[in-house]
């Protein structure tokens, strides 16, 4: 068998060198898939390594869209909108998205933790607690508390009155909520950390 080396000679390849090889070759393929192999089998890290840095004192901006990054005001909400935030300066950080999401005061149920509310704002991890999605807000325009929270991976659907219990699909536990106020000058700040675990809990 003949091959070409780097400076373009003919180079020859016995028939032993060229069986080692094959085999080299397809035990690396073998191992490349029992590793992916047992990783599937192996459990997945609680979490899934999300860790928040959120901190009371932080204030709200707006995650996407043509307001990316500027300071949201709670007089630009009304009961039934809803959108993604980032604690001010903490956008790096994935596991910081926050679903904000205003309500009628007397919407809230338990076990909503209402100390963790204002002016019917509430908010919640937008982590799905299921396999890490990032989770949206339905709104029904006729009816507003037929709204709803919605992981649009696999369907899991979470109640924003009830703290957001999970009321549908595979999500195990519901998000954690995160406290909110809204300040003197109109602007929203995070009260509190996470209060429960955030990211995929399977
Ligand atoms: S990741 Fe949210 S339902 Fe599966």
Known sequence: M???????????????QFARGFVLAALAAATG????FLKLLAPSKK??????????GDRLVYAGGNRQGSLLKASEFKAG????????????????????????ESEFKAPTRKELTDQGFVAYSA??????????????????EASYIE??????????????????GPAPIPLAQIGVKVSADGTLVFTSGFSGPIGPQV
Request: proline share 4%; hydrophobic share 35%; glycine share 12%.
């Open 81 to 104: 909108d809803a959108v993604l935030v980032y604690p001010e300066g903490k956008s790096g950080n994935e596991a910081n998205l926050v679903q904000l999401i205003r309500l009628e």
């Open 151 to 168: 992981c649009p991976c696999h369907n899991s659907i979470f109640n924003p009155e009830q703290g957001a219990r999970v009321m549908g």
């Open 127 to 144: 982590i799905c607690t299921h396999l890490g999605c990032i989770v949206g807000w339905i709104k029904d325009k006729k009816d507003p």
């Open 47 to 56: 979490g899934g390594g999300y860790v928040a840095t959120v901190a009371a």
């Open 2 to 16: 003949v091959e070409t080396d780097s400076e373009g000679r003919d180079k020859k390849v016995t028939r032993r």
């Open 33 to 36: 898939s029992l590793l992916s």
